[in-house]
């Protein structure tokens, strides 16, 4: 069976004492309650500091983004090598805030899963199509290309999100009946590329307390990539416990 994981995605929002007393809080329930594994993602300003509090905590913690080098002239950027540093265990990778809002394109997303794999910390590979893209037909064809760029020569430990860019921050999340259909046509895909059945398949996309249990019921969800949810800790824990 592949591992459950409830990841929080807070993009660019809580400066650092926002972040520890979200994560004071969170620490403070009972985290027995859910099967999944709870992974925060902070702004790099607060890697440091969250990771910090959450030693000898059941939260784990990732990165938002990496570098694909491993130093140079990239100013703005940071390496693999500072997130191991800063002891992260997870970095999300080509969510499609970098894919469509950044540019970056899936060989840059391959080289940064290459990267991060090499350097022991895990990847969360983001895949997602876009409304016109699904409503054209298109969506297994965006699906299987950006999975097998992003995983080609890939191996080790990776985890992959299903997310579909138009149910990203608009409150309209897929159906169940749409995530049902889609990550079984993933798995499909992820069999013919030799993909291990043990790679946990996140469904992100407006998740919420609302939805969470239903979502959480479809068959291939191992778990959700949350946004908006994820800045409520009330909000969150709750997601959590439906999983
Ligand atoms: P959302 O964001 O939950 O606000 O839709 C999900 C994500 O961007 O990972």
């Not at 007393?21 to 993602?41: M, P, R, T, Y």
């Not at 499609?96 to 840059?108: C, I």
């Not at 299987?144 to 608009?170: C, F, H, N």
């Not at 946990?200 to 239903?214: E, H, I, K, M, R």
Request: glycine share 8%.
């Amino acid at each position: 069976m592949p591992n459950k994981y409830c990841v929080a995605n807070w993009k660019m929002n809580f400066n650092g004492q926002q972040g520890q007393d979200f994560f004071e809080v969170l620490n403070s329930k009972d985290l027995n309650k859910g099967q999944s594994q709870i992974i925060l993602c902070p702004s790099y300003t607060s890697l440091f500091s969250i990771v910090g509090a959450s030693k000898n905590s059941a939260i784990s913690v990732g990165a938002q983004n990496v570098h694909y080098e491993d130093s140079g002239a990239f100013t703005g950027e940071i390496s693999v090598k500072m997130l191991n540093e800063a002891s992260v265990e997870f970095v999300i990778i080509g969510h499609s805030e970098r894919r469509h809002v950044f540019g970056e394109t899936d060989e840059m997303i391959h080289a940064k899963m290459l990267q991060s794999i090499q350097n022991g910390i895990t990847p969360i590979l983001c895949i997602g199509e876009r409304l016109d893209e699904r409503e054209s037909g298109n969506t297994d064809k965006v699906l299987r290309a950006q999975l097998e760029v992003g995983l080609s020569d890939v191996k080790g430990e990776y985890i992959i999100a299903y997310e579909p860019v138009w149910a990203i921050g608009t409150g309209q999340s897929a159906t169940s009946e749409m995530v049902v259909e889609t990550h079984a046509s993933i798995r499909s895909i992820l069999t013919e590329l030799n993909v291990s059945e043990k790679v946990s398949l996140l469904y992100g996309g407006s998740v919420s307390p609302q939805n969470a249990s239903a979502l959480a019921a479809v068959e291939n969800v191992d778990g959700f990539l949350i946004g908006g949810a994820s800045l409520d800790v009330d909000r969150f824990y709750s997601i959590y416990v439906n999983l």
